[in-house]
C-alpha cells in the first residue's frame, strides 16, 4: 500500500525542487531534532514521508489515534501577542498542535485543529515572549494509514477577531474536550461557515480567524454521547443567539452545557438475514422546516451491530446504505425505499430504543472501462456517478472510482434504468462526459439493469480538458495568498444566466498560483474567495463585484489561458472620504482621495443631492492619498466618490 504513495510524492516534491531519501525519515521527525523558526512572520517547509511517533510521544487531547506520525518545529517570539500558525499551502489532510515544554514525556498542549475550512488546519493563541513553543504537524490517520505530503507552515500576527469559551456537560462542570465549535455567517439568505475549531481538555476553545461582524455559534459532538446545540441552548442556527465581534477583538463567556444524547441501537444482516453486514452507513433523519433533514451518522461494527448517538428527544427515520462496497442495495427502517415511506422512531430524552434492524438485499453493478482521449490509455482516479430519474429530475444513485488499469465496478444499484456521468475530479486533466459521449444527463444513454446484475462494457474514452491559470496576492499585488478558493462560472446549458459550475474549483499554492482544470471549450467567469481565513474580500475576474459585471475568458479546445489574476483586499478595507478639495482652473479641481488599494472608484456631482453624474472616468485608487483630476462645465455645490460595482 506505501509504494504507489511514495511514487505520487516523489514526483510532487521534485515538481516543488525538493529532494528526499525515500528510506529515511524527514528531518524533523523527533521531538530533539525539530525545525528551528524565528521571527513574526515566519514560515516552515518540509515533508512528513515516512515520518513515526516516537515511543513517549503525547497524542493531542482531541484527536487521539486519529493524529498519526508527527514532525516538529520550534519557535520562541521575541514579543507578546496574538498569532495563528495554520497549515495552508499543504497538500494533505493535517491535524497541528501546539505545546509547550522541553521533554517529550511532559509537554502541556496550547492549542490543537484538525479541520480548518478543509483538510488544512489553523491555531489562535496568545504568544508570550521568551516561551518556546513546540508545532507538531500530523498527518491524520484512518485506520492506520496516515496522509502524507508537503507541509507549510505558517506563523503571523492574528489581526483578525475571536469568540472563546468553555463547553461542559449536563451537569455544567464536566469539561468536554474534543467538542466542535463552528461559528456561521448570515451571507447570501442563510448561515454559512466561517471559522471551526475544537475544545481542548479543559473544555476551552479559541475559536479564531474572524472578521468583525454577526455571528452564531453551534456546538457538536461527533462522537454522538452529546446533543448538539446553538448558542444560547438553541436547537438550530436560524433560532440561536447574535454574537457581535468587533475589528481585533475577544468576546469571550460564549459557553455551552450540552445535555446527554440520546441514542438508536441495532443490527444490519446481509440477505439471509443473519450474515452479519460491517461499514454500512446507518443515518438519522428528522422531519424539519417542511423535509426530512440529516441528523448523526455512524457505521457498523463487525457483528453488525451500530450505535446511533447524537440524538436528542424527537421523532427520526433512519437510513441503511453501503457505501463502502456497494455490494448491497440501501433501504430506510423498515424496508422503504425512501425517507416520505420509512417507518417513524420515536426516541425519548436520554433514552436508547434498540432493534432497529436491517437485512439489506444484494446489489446490481454497472462495470467499465476510461481511458484517454486516444482510447487505450488507461485513466485512474476518474469517478464514475449513476443516475437514475425520478420526482422530475436525474437523481444521484451511487458512485465510485476508476482503478490503475482504468477499470471501475459501480454497485449498490437496484433494478431499473440509469445513466452514467464520468469526471475527473481529481486532476481536471480531462473533460467529463456522460454515457455514451454525451454532454449532459438528459442526452446520456439509457442502461437498464437487472436484479442482482452485472451490465458491463460501459466504457468512455475522456477528451483532454482546457485550464485558467493565474495568481492571487494581497492588495500591494505582490505578497501571496494561499488558500484562495478559485470558482469557475458559466451559463448553464438550461439557459440560467452564470452559475457556477459543479467541481470546477481550485485553490491557490504557498505561491499565490493555481491551476483550474476540467474546462471545456467555451466563456467563463472566476470568482476568487478567502474561505478559509476570512482575512480577504472576495471578487470576480477582473475586480468586479458581482459575476453579472465580471470580465468573460474564453477559453480553447484543449487549451490554457494564463494570467487570470487577482489582487484581493482586506476583509475590513479603508471607508473611503475625500480628504481636500481645490480649484485649479476656471473649470477645472482636484480632489485628495483616501480609499482601498486596487478597488476601482467614480467621482459624481450634483446640485440637489436627488440626481448625481458622473465626473470623468473611473479611476483604480492606489496607495496612501490619491489626487483626482476633474472639470466641470458648470459650478456644482456637492461631490462624492462612490465605488464602482
Known sequence: MKSPSVCLLAGLFSMASWTHDLNAAPANDNFSEATVLSGLPVSGTGTNLDATLEPDEPLPDVSGPSAGASVWFEWTPTSSGAVRVDTLGSDFDTVLVVWTGDELASLVEVTENDQFNGDQSAVFFDATAGQTYRIAVYGWDYEGSYDQGIIDLNITPDSGSRIMGTVAGPDGTTPLPGISVEALTFQSGYWQFASSTQTRGNGSYSLGGLAAGTYRVRFSDWDGNYVAECHQNASTVETATDIVVGSASTVSGINASLAAASRITGTVTGPDGSTPLAGIY?????????????????????????????????????????????????????????????????????????????????????????????????????????????????????????????????????????????????????????????????????????TTATVSGINASLAAASRITGTVTGPDGSTPLAGITVQAYRASPYGIPWQPVYGLSAQTQVDGSYSLGGLAAGTYRVQFNDWSSGNYLGEYYHNAATVETATDIVVGVAATVSGINASLMPSAPVLPKITGFRKTGPNSYELDFVGAVGRRYQVKESTTLIGWSDVGASFVCGPGLTTIPVTSSEPRNFWRVVLVP
Do not use: C, H, K, M
Open 282 to 450: 446507518v443515518d438519522a433523519w428528522a422531519f424539519r422546516n417542511g423535509y426530512w433533514d440529516f441528523v448523526f451518522s455512524t457505521q457498523t461494527q463487525e457483528d453488525g451491530s451500530y450505535s446511533l448517538g447524537g440524538l436528542a428527544a424527537g421523532t427520526y427515520r433512519v437510513q441503511f446504505n453501503d457505501w463502502s462496497s456497494g455490494n448491497y442495495l440501501g433501504e430506510y427502517y423498515q424496508n422503504a425505499a425512501t425517507v416520505e415511506t420509512a417507518t417513524d422512531i420515536v426516541v425519548g430524552s436520554a433514552a436508547t430504543v434498540s432493534g432497529i434492524n436491517a437485512s439489506l438485499a444484494a446489489a446490481s453493478r454497472i462495470t467499465g472501462t476510461v481511458t484517454g482521449p486516444d482510447g487505450s490509455t488507461p485513466l485512474a482516479g476518474i469517478t464514475v456517478e449513476a443516475l437514475t430519474y425520478g420526482n422530475g429530475y436525474w437523481d444521484f444513485v451511487f458512485s465510485t472510482q476508476t482503478q490503475e488499469d482504468g477499470s471501475y465496478s459501480l454497485g449498490g444499484l437496484a433494478a431499473g434504468t440509469y445513466r452514467v456521468q464520468f469526471n475527473d475530479w481529481s486532476s481536471g486533466s480531462y473533460l467529463g462526459e456522460y454515457y455514451q459521449n454525451a454532454a449532459t444527463v438528459e442526452t446520456a444513454t439509457d442502461i437498464v439493469v437487472g
